[in-house]
Structure formats: structure tokens, C-alpha cells
């Protein structure tokens, strides 16, 4: 599902799994860090990433920032990523986070319009640096 549109296709190998287990071996080992797999019938149809962040702004408040929010093609408009988000907004209110963050593609409008629809707001600007 990382690799399965536009975007994803371009920075994602899933024919070589390596760096993906590489990846999972280092999550695992960290208890901030949240995978999540939805499963229908067997089959994966939605992944998400909760990543709990401790900081010393906000009074030294933890954040939440949710990353690779996916639904299969096929199980898109099902309400899965609205029941995937609000699983993490309510495991990020159980780990006392002040506040959820995420970001999206600037090209991705749809994506948009559903944060939105979620109650998440549009409050900051993102940058990024490859490296």
C-alpha cells in the first residue's frame, strides 16, 4: 500500500524487503513508536504509524504525529480512515499527548478535505529536506 499510488510509487522498493524489516526491527524496539495493520477477511487493508513525541514546549507536553496513514484502493470510502485516525487520536489522549500532528502531500486535496472533515486544522507550514 506505501507504493500503490503516484507518490509512493516513486520512493518505495517493495520488491526489496530489506530496509522494510530493517525499519520494522527499530520500531519494534521503541515504545513510542505504534504500528498499526488493519485486517478484513485476512487480508491487510489499512496501515497507519503513531509516533508518541516527549518534548519540553508546551509546558512539557508529548506530542502524537501520525505518518503513513494508508487504505487499500478497495476499501477506500468504507470509514476505515476515519476509524483507523480516530483510533489514533484516542490512543494519543491515553499517552496524556497534548495535541496530534500529521502532515499530507500538498498535492494530496482529497486527504486534505478528510483531516479536515476530522477536525484537524491546516494551522502550520511544513518543510522538508531530503538527505
Request: hydrophobic share 40%; charged share 25%; aromatic share 6%.
Amino acid at each position: 500500500m506505501l507504493a500503490d499510488d503516484p507518490l509512493g510509487a516513486r520512493r518505495e522498493t517493495p520488491h526489496d524487503l530489506a530496509p522494510y524489516r530493517t525499519a520494522f526491527a527499530r520500531l519494534d524496539g521503541d515504545v513510542n513508536q505504534h504500528l498499526v495493520v488493519a485486517e478484513r477477511d485476512g487480508r491487510t487493508v489499512g496501515t497507519l504509524h503513531l509516533t508518541v513525541i516527549p518534548g519540553l514546549s508546551r509546558r512539557g507536553a508529548a506530542r502524537a504525529l501520525i505518518e503513513a496513514v494508508r487504505v487499500h484502493a478497495d476499501a477506500r470510502g468504507t470509514g476505515l480512515g476515519t476509524h483507523l485516525i480516530q483510533w489514533a487520536i484516542a490512543e494519543a489522549r491515553r499517552q496524556d499527548c497534548v495535541l496530534v500532528q500529521l502532515t499530507s502531500d500538498a498535492t494530496r486535496v482529497d486527504a486534505h478535505r478528510f483531516y479536515e472533515r476530522l477536525g484537524f486544522e491546516a494551522s502550520h507550514l511544513g518543510f522538508k529536506m531530503s538527505l
